[in-house]
Structure formats: structure tokens, C-alpha cells
């Protein structure tokens, strides 16, 4: 059984994907039925008073042409919006059809969607999930239950425009709470929170190493400001061209394959600039071993490819209105998968994706356009955390509990 980790507020706690038997009323388009293999994962970014979530739909190893989740609040959440689906909800019961354009999914696939709700301090993990009317995530089929001619009284909820990007925060006044790393991390081939540093300087799994050219920049441990246990790797990223400074992981992840997935928490101190700047970087062995690096520019998170500086989203006003900033002065965790089969990107930033750090193999203007200007098959071998400055912007900044797997590893 696969856990999916989340903040459960007003208590910490792991969000479980659980199941149970939902009488569906059936699509119009006729959607197949899902398979006993199906999974739903329920990923949620919370805060008092209110939450977003990411829902991630895997039929298995049978096909749907047409899909509705179902699942049911114990407590007293209520969904206010979504997006990639349309939702309403009757009661606790909430119910999810897919939009016009991701209703297809193949045996081994999977679509995501989002919604965003409200709720009180009674807020226990959602359960009974289904996929067409099937109980997923390895429960038992329930009893067979025909198909209700009349669907019950439903609320619906309003659909959230495509081109804006699902809100990860609310607008608090104090940063909202961070969430405590998974116990472990799963199946991760790396799983590190930096406990094991027994200098002032990343040494043993890590090195401190400056591509390119080096300058002012520097990384140490720090144990004063940490996301979890006691130590974090603190950077300090100075402004000017060239002054280039990371902390890489002192392993070959060349044998991770083809799907790679990361998930890394990160703090800093100065808003993303208008320049292009670099946090993340890791080595593509074919693309002539220059890097694919996930930073800022316009004052958004960015991707950036450096063998032809294509960017992803396009630098285009409407492109980087897709993405979103990186928040300053608390803990974020920031996931990515990247698919060398399929030449696929996705971004999460506390647990909600972003729609303008997604690349889908299907040029989209703004988005992914000048992504696929070519065909991109990464092959990537190491994961760099650090600084780059390309302008005149500087930086402090730290890392901490850093996961890198085969399988998504969550918040």
C-alpha cells in the first residue's frame, strides 16, 4: 500500500489513500470501468482555516476512456474550487469528472487534477476513494451497486480558470506551519537531512563544488536554522556574474532510469529577481553533459535548460503568470519528476503543482513551446543544491531533507 505524506491540520499526521464502494452515475461518453490494480493519491497543502490539494488518478493496468473519483470528508471540509475536473460535492461525499482533455488515460498512466476548500478544526483524512465506481489502492471490491438513474443533490463547485495556477498558500499574515519530512523516505535511492555532517563545511556524501567558475559564494552546516533535526546546509549565494557555489551529492544516480522523482526543502531570504538565478541543477549525459537547472527569473520559479537557455515557462508575461514565486522567510518543500522516456517535466511546490513548470510532450504557447524546440531526452546523473547568479542578485539560502527516487516521495 502506498502512503501518501501530508500535513493534517490542526494535527500532524500522514494522509493515508484509503478506500470504499461509491454508487457512480455513468458519463455520457461511457467511461471504462476501472481495474482492481487502480490507485488514488490524495496529496494535500494545509493551513488553518482552509487547504489545496493535488489528486493523482492511476487506473492501473487497465485502461478508462472517461473517469470519475469519488471520496468522502469524515469532517467538515468543503470545496470552494478545481481545476482539471469537474467536482461537486453532496454532504461529505465529493465527486470528481475529468475535464475535456484528460479523460483518456492509458494502463500504467496517471492524470492529476487539484481542488481548493475550506475547513474547521474537525479535518480527519479523506477516505473511500474510487475510480469508476471500483474501490482502489488494493481494498476489495464492495458489493455491487447499481447505477443511480437519478444523480443525488449535489453542490457544484465553481471550476478555477485554466491559466491561473492553483494557489498553494492562502494570504497569511505569519508563514503558515511547515510540515514535518516523511519517517524515511520510502524506496529513495538518496535520503539525506544532513544529520551526519560532523564539520563546519558539507563534506563525506556531499562536496562543495563551484561549475564553471567560482567567486564569493560559500556553503556551510548550519545548525541555527534547520526544517528538521539539527543541521541544514546553509548557502550564501553572492550577487554578480559567475559566483557559482552548490553542494552535490557524492553518489552516481545515473541508475535511478529513466523516471526520476525529487523532493527537497528549501529556505531563503531575498524575493526571486527579474535576472536568471539557479538552485537546482543536475548534469544531462545527453545533453553534451551540460545541466538542466530549476530556479527564477521575472521573479518567478523557473526551469532553464543550458545547452540553449530554453525555459520553461516561457518568459512571455502570460508564462510567467503560470508560475509562481518562491516564498521568502519560512520552509517550502519543492518536488519535481523528470521522464527521460517521454521527455516529461512536473513541478509541485508544497504539494500543489504548478501549471507553468509542466512539460507534457505537447508543445503548449507560453508554456512548453520553446521547451520542445527540439527533442529533449534527458539522461541526468547528480543532483546539485546551491546558487547561481547570472545579474547582480544575491542570496541566502538553505537546504534540508533531500529525497531522490523512482516514485514520488511527497512532503
Known amino acids: 500500500m502506498r502512503i501518501s505524506h501530508a500535513r493534517l491540520a490542526p494535527l500532524a499526521a500522514a494522509t493515508v489513500t484509503l478506500v470504499a464502494a461509491v454508487g457512480v452515475a455513468p458519463l455520457v461518453a461511457g467511461p ?20 489545496t490539494a493535488t489528486v493523482r488518478v492511476a487506473p492501473g493496468d487497465t485502461a478508462v476512456n472517461g473517469w470519475t473519483v469519488t471520496w468522502t470528508y469524515p469532517g467538515d471540509q468543503r470545496i470552494t474550487g478545481a481545476w482539471n475536473a469537474t467536482v461537486s460535492q453532496s454532504g461529505g461525499t465529493v465527486t470528481a469528472r475529468n475535464a475535456a482533455w484528460n479523460g483518456s488515460v492509458p494502463a500504467g498512466g496517471a492524470t492529476e487534477f487539484g481542488v481548493q476548500g475550506t475547513m474547521g478544526s474537525n479535518a480527519p483524512a479523506p477516505t473511500g476513494f474510487t475510480l469508476n465506481g471500483v474501490p482502489c489502492n488494493g481494498a476489495p471490491p464492495g458489493p455491487t451497486t447499481a447505477a443511480p438513474t437519478t444523480p443525488a443533490p449535489t453542490t457544484p463547485v465553481p471550476t478555477l480558470p485554466p491559466t491561473t495556477p492553483p494557489p498553494t498558500t492562502p494570504p497569511p499574515t505569519t508563514p503558515p506551519p511547515t510540515t514535518p519530512p516523511p519517517a524515511g523516505c520510502g524506496s529513495a535511492v538518496l535520503c539525506d537531512g544532513f544529520e551526519n555532517q560532523t564539520g563546519p563545511t558539507p563534506a563525506g556524501d556531499w562536496a562543495v563544488v563551484h561549475p564553471d567558475c567560482s567567486g564569493a559564494g560559500a556553503a556551510a552546516i548550519d545548525t541555527g536554522t534547520v526544517h528538521s533535526g539539527a543541521k541544514a546546509v546553509r548557502v550564501d549565494g553572492a550577487g554578480g556574474y559567475c559566483n557559482h557555489v552548490f553542494v552535490r551529492a557524492n553518489r552516481d544516480l545515473g541508475g535511478l532510469g529513466a523516471v526520476r522523482y525529487g523532493r527537497f526543502w528549501v ?126 542578485a544575491p542570496d541566502t539560502l538553505w537546504f534540508d531533507d533531500v529525497a531522490l527516487g523512482t516514485t514520488r516521495i511527497g512532503c
Open 32 to 51: 471504462a470501468a476501472a481495474a482492481q490494480g487502480c490507485q488514488i493519491d490524495y496529496l494535500p497543502n494545509e493551513w488553518p482555516g482552509g487547504f
Open 267 to 392: 529556505r531563503h531570504t531575498t524575493a526571486l529577481p527579474t535576472d536568471h538565478v539557479t538552485l537546482l541543477a543536475m548534469t544531462d549525459a545527453a545533453d553534451g553533459n551540460r545541466d538542466l537547472r530549476m530556479g527564477g527569473q521575472n521573479g518567478a520559479l523557473q526551469w532553464n535548460r543550458a545547452s540553449d537557455d530554453a525555459t520553461l515557462p516561457e518568459q512571455s508575461p502570460a508564462g510567467v503568470a503560470l508560475s509562481v514565486p518562491l516564498p521568502t522567510g519560512r520552509w517550502s518543500c519543492l518536488e519535481f519528476m523528470v521522464d527521460g522516456g517521454t521527455g516529461q517535466l512536473r513541478t509541485w511546490l508544497d504539494g500543489a503543482a504548478i501549471t507553468g513548470l509542466t512539460a507534457d510532450g505537447v508543445p503548449t504557447h507560453d508554456i512548453d513551446g520553446q521547451w520542445y524546440n527540439r527533442t529533449w531526452r534527458p539522461q541526468l546523473t547528480d543532483l546539485k543544491l546551491g546558487w547561481e547568479s547570472y545579474g547582480g
